[in-house]
T-cell receptor, first 110, second 119 residues
Framework: LAKTTQPISMDSYEGQEVNITCSHNNIATNDYITWYQQFPSQGPRFIIQGYKTKVTNEVASLFIPADRKSSTLSLPRVSLSDTAVYYCLVGPNRDDKIIFGKGTRLHILP | GAVVSQHPSWVICKSGTSVKIECRSLDFQATTMFWYRQFPKQSLMLMATSNEGSKATYEQGVEKDKFLINHASLTLSTLTVTSAHPEDSSFYIC???????????????FGSGTQLSVL
């Protein structure tokens, strides 16, 4: 079961680029890296998924180095509405469990 | 992306009553669904893995007789909190993983959650 480690919290300002890094040292060969966003009193929402190098969509970019032992979620030009908790997950897990780490609480300031 | 519908969004009940929460995958089939509970400012805690047509697999410390899970079809899983007590008050979230190869393959999609308050 690949364990993930993220910063507990981060603060940034509107218009800035925010990078959140996740460590996953024991990632398996067939594991993908997926990031989710959760607002209070809502279920998590899929943001982006990648396997290696760089992935970009309309919301974010995901950078994965060659050794895949970490990944960085990049949010360009954040706004107040990006204040949320961001979770990094690695899987599929061999025993089919989906375990969440503590996530990163991102607070965007005006 | 795929849609997971969860109902009700919130429920208030008296101590000792039972509450059923439904989780539906609207546009895909899910052999496996997951149930989580979340306390304020904490992460999601996996309660059980729901398997279509078979018994759910519960995490250590989760009472299977307290939290009854039924996954009778490929699009519906239910969680029943039996004889609820105030300590069962929490935010419950279900999720399902897309198992068919395609754009959303192996991505997890979540319901909107159910806030349970037991008086």
């Amino acid at each position: 079961l690949a364990k993930t480690t993220q910063p507990i919290s981060m603060d940034s300002y509107e218009g800035q680029e925010v990078n959140i890094t996740c460590s996953h040292n024991n990632i398996a060969t067939n594991d993908y890296i997926t990031w989710y966003q959760q607002f209070p009193s809502q279920g998590p929402r899929f943001i982006i998924q990648g396997y290696k190098t760089k992935v970009t969509n309309e919301v974010a970019s995901l950078f994965i180095p060659a050794d895949r032992k970490s990944s960085t979620l990049s949010l360009p030009r954040v706004s107040l509405s990006d204040t949320a908790v961001y979770y990094c997950l690695v899987g599929p897990n061999r025993d089919d469990k989906i375990i969440f780490g503590k996530g990163t609480r991102l607070h965007i300031l005006p | 992306g795929a849609v997971v519908s969860q109902h009700p969004s919130w429920v208030i009940c008296k101590s000792g009553t039972s509450v059923k929460i439904e989780c539906r995958s609207l546009d895909f089939q899910a052999t496996t669904m997951f149930w989580y509970r979340q306390f304020p400012k904490q992460s999601l805690m996996l309660m059980a893995t729901s398997n279509e047509g078979s018994k759910a697999t519960y995490e250590q410390g989760v009472e299977k007789d307290k939290f009854l899970i039924n996954h009778a079809s490929l699009t519906l899983s239910t969680l029943t909190v039996t004889s609820a007590h105030p300590e069962d008050s929490s935010f419950y979230i279900c999720s399902a993983r897309v198992e068919k190869p395609g754009q959303d393959y192996e991505k997890l999609f979540f319901g909107s959650g159910t806030q349970l308050s037991v008086l």
